[in-house]
């Protein structure tokens, strides 16, 4: 059996994809597929539990029959960490961790470990990641999101130094097109010199930036008026309507699957963005619209999102958003195994694993 660890210097790296993206060629290959995540920071109360959103959706990609528990073993709420700063936490977090992946490994080919927000995680209860890595013997694949050149390089030779020889290699996320080829012709090679294997370089993609319309609701504590059907529609793109009606369908044309931010009191604006590829219209100022724009909207299928902000701060919270949402859409997987098949060393990886496919 072999056991991948993937992590990451910083969060919204693109781990959660990288895991997914991976299991599911490894199943393709044939080989049964395992998943934990050993330690969790973002779960979140849900009902009567408390969930890790990551470990759900890969129990349901992968068909795991293990339990949530098991699969996020060690789940660090604050609660958690006020009680273990207090002194009343008593937990063996360490032999938490390793009874689960005695559970979640039994009869698997490969597990895969999804690492948390960051290298530097762990510490408070004995788990941090070099520390994991070595206890349940999983070399380390590093996913770091290009910012530009200098950081880049910087952050893969801090993982490096701080992993040392457990780390396998690194997978480059998100790289500017057109900065691909340097990636490629100059970075790559300057990191193989030091014996930093480069698994993947993958391109930007504006559709795995993406943002649900549910997300948007959520992210501004807005009450979707119609269409909630189609919540989980993706918006690539943000455009504000402020210009005259004149000029509005010539502006709006320019970008699709978008999602449109106007004052609740410009039904003229409204129009004229439901007249194109628009995803949802957000309504500023706590301005109900028109039963007229209601129903059109309605008729075209474009949810009404309306929100209590003024335009710009709807406009900063929901950029602070983008990029930054969970992988858990059926349309942002496809597109990133798509990506993965064009771009990932599956051979390179599967001859440092010593995996053979069946």
Same mark, same amino acid.
């Given at each position: 059996?072999?056991? %991948?660890?993937?992590?990451?210097?910083?969060?919204?790296?693109?781990?959660?994809?990288?895991?997914?993206?991976?299991?599911?060629?490894?199943?393709?290959?044939?080989?049964?597929?395992?998943?934990?995540?050993?330690?969790?920071? +973002?779960?979140?109360?849900?009902?009567?539990?408390?969930?890790?959103?990551?470990?759900?959706?890969?129990?349901?990609?992968?068909?795991?029959?293990?339990?949530?528990?098991?699969?996020?073993?060690?789940?660090? +709420?604050?609660?958690?960490?006020?009680?273990?700063?207090?002194?009343?936490?008593?937990?063996? /977090?360490?032999?938490?961790?390793?009874?689960?992946?005695?559970?979640?490994?039994?009869?698997?080919?490969?597990?895969?470990?999804?690492?948390?927000?960051?290298?530097?995680?762990?510490?408070?209860?004995?788990?941090?990641?070099?520390?994991?890595?070595?206890?349940?013997?999983?070399?380390?694949?590093?996913?770091?999101?290009?910012?530009?050149?200098?950081?880049?390089?910087?952050?893969?030779?801090?993982?490096?130094?701080?992993?040392?020889?457990?780390?396998?290699?690194?997978?480059?996320?998100?790289?500017?097109?057109?900065?691909?080829?340097?990636?490629?012709?100059?970075?790559?090679?300057?990191?193989?010199?030091?014996?930093?294997?480069?698994?993947?370089?993958?391109?930007?993609?504006?559709?795995?930036?993406?943002?649900?319309?549910?997300?948007?609701?959520?992210?501004?504590?807005?009450?979707?008026?119609?269409?909630?059907?189609?919540?989980?529609?993706?918006?690539?793109?943000?455009?504000?309507?402020?210009?005259?009606?004149?000029?509005?369908?010539?502006?709006?044309?320019?970008?699709?699957?978008?999602?449109?931010?106007?004052?609740?009191?410009?039904?003229?604006?409204?129009?004229?963005?439901?007249?194109?590829?628009?995803?949802? %219209?957000?309504? +500023?100022?706590?301005?109900?619209?028109?039963?007229?724009?209601?129903?059109?909207?309605?008729?075209?299928?474009?949810?009404?999102?309306?929100?209590?902000?003024?335009?710009? +701060?709807?406009?900063?919270?929901?950029?602070?958003? /983008?990029?930054?949402?969970?992988?858990?859409?059926?349309?942002?997987?496809?597109?990133?195994?798509?990506?993965?098949?064009?771009?990932?060393?599956?051979?390179?990886?599967?001859?440092?694993?010593?995996?053979?496919?069946?």
């Amino acid at each position: 059996m072999v056991t %991948l660890y993937v992590t990451s210097i910083e969060t919204f790296a693109g781990k959660s994809a990288v895991c997914i993206g991976l299991g599911q060629r490894f199943m393709r290959d044939g080989f049964t597929v395992g998943y934990m995540k050993p330690l969790s920071t +973002t779960a979140r109360h849900m009902l009567d539990k408390v969930v890790d959103e990551d470990a759900e959706f890969a129990k349901r990609i992968f068909d795991l029959k293990e339990s949530g528990e098991l699969l996020a073993p060690v789940m660090l +709420t604050p609660q958690i960490v006020e009680t273990i700063l207090s002194g009343k936490e008593m937990t063996d /977090f360490v032999a938490r961790l390793k009874s689960a992946y005695a559970e979640v490994s039994r009869n698997k080919d490969v597990v895969i470990l999804e690492g948390g927000a960051s290298l530097r995680e762990g510490y408070l209860v004995d788990l941090p990641t070099p520390k994991v890595s070595e206890l349940l013997n999983a070399p380390e694949l590093v996913v770091v999101k290009y910012s530009n050149n200098m950081q880049l390089v910087d952050d893969i030779l801090t993982a490096r130094t701080r992993l040392g020889d457990s780390m396998l290699g690194v997978v480059i996320n998100a790289v500017p097109r057109q900065l691909m080829r340097f990636v490629q012709e100059t970075i790559k090679p300057y990191l193989e010199k030091r014996g930093i294997r480069v698994f993947a370089i993958l391109p930007q993609e504006r559709l795995l930036l993406s943002i649900s319309v549910n997300e948007l609701a959520e992210a501004l504590n807005g009450e979707i008026l119609c269409c909630p059907e189609h919540g989980d529609e993706l918006v690539e793109y943000l455009m504000v309507g402020a210009m005259s009606v004149d000029s509005a369908l010539t502006y709006f044309r320019r970008k699709p699957n978008k999602a449109v931010i106007t004052g609740g009191d410009r039904p003229d604006i409204q129009l004229a963005a439901l007249e194109t590829s628009t995803k949802c %219209l957000i309504l +500023t100022g706590n301005l109900r619209p028109s039963p007229i724009i209601l129903g059109r909207a309605e008729e075209v299928g474009v949810p009404m999102i309306l929100a209590k902000q003024d335009t710009l +701060t709807v406009v900063e919270v929901i950029e602070r958003y /983008f990029g930054k949402t969970r992988f858990h859409q059926e349309k942002k997987l496809q597109r990133f195994q798509e990506i993965l098949e064009e771009r990932f060393d599956f051979e390179a990886l599967y001859q440092a694993l010593k995996l053979q496919k069946k």
